[in-house]
């Protein structure tokens, strides 16, 4: 096998490659647009509102976060 037929054969390959990987993207790429628009018309993408949930995360006192970035800010000056 000659350098010429080599190289003729990387390109076949390479160029057969590429066109796998791009007509896999397109064929995701449809999916995906084809689930988003089944999620919208089933009416999934709207957020209820919870009621009665308590929140896991506790209550955060903003003042006292103001306070200690302060507090840091002076410390360091």
Do not use: W, Y
């Amino acid at each position: 096998m000659t350098i010429a037929e080599m190289l003729n054969q990387s390109i076949i390959l390479t160029l057969l490659g590429m066109c796998v990987v791009f007509s896999f993207l397109v064929v995701m790429i449809i999916c995906m647009n084809g689930l988003r628009i089944f999620v919208h018309a089933a009416g999934l993408d709207k957020e209820e509102p919870k009621a009665d949930v308590p929140s896991a995360a506790p209550a955060v006192d903003q003042n006292a976060i103001v306070a200690a970035i302060a507090t840091a800010l002076h410390e360091k000056q």
